[in-house]
């Protein structure tokens, strides 16, 4: 089982980025899938969670209505789309896996993990 993350970078307050996780080796259809961030000196923190086969999505406080996680199934490729970014939403990003359909936000209880992108938001 293998996360790929892409598409990190720089971007000013204000402008977008898209954030890319290519899987391989899952079961797709019983598969969740998070996006977490981490900032530096503290813990991952919850950011978006959707079910691989269903739509039923979720996302922290912090980041809804401003970013949205989509997959494409025939790239295998989980995205999150971030709009109106901040400078506090700089940090590492982590997408993530585990087996099942609840949408569980503890870093905690997933076990497969990407290797992590940076944003970094100028203010």
């Known amino acids: 089982v293998q996360l790929v993350e892409t598409g990190g970078g720089l971007v000013q307050a204000g402008g977008s980025l898209r954030l890319s996780c290519t899987a391989s080796?899952?079961?797709?259809?019983?598969?969740?899938m998070a996006w977490f961030r981490q900032f530096p000196g503290k813990e991952r923190e919850f950011v978006a969670v959707?079910?691989?086969?269903?739509?039923?999505?979720f996302y922290a406080d912090s980041v809804q209505g401003r970013f949205t996680t989509f997959r494409d199934n025939a790239k295998n490729t989980l995205y999150l789309q971030m709009n109106n970014l901040k400078p506090e939403d700089t940090a590492v990003y982590y997408c993530?896996?585990?087996?099942?359909?609840?949408?569980?936000?503890?870093?905690?209880?997933?076990?497969?993990w990407g290797q992590g992108t940076q944003v970094t938001v100028s203010s």
């Open positions: 959707r079910s691989w086969t269903g739509d039923d999505t």
């Open positions: 080796g899952l079961d797709f259809g019983n598969t969740v």
């Open positions: 993530s896996a585990r087996r099942g359909t609840s949408l569980f936000t503890s870093a905690s209880e997933y076990g497969v």
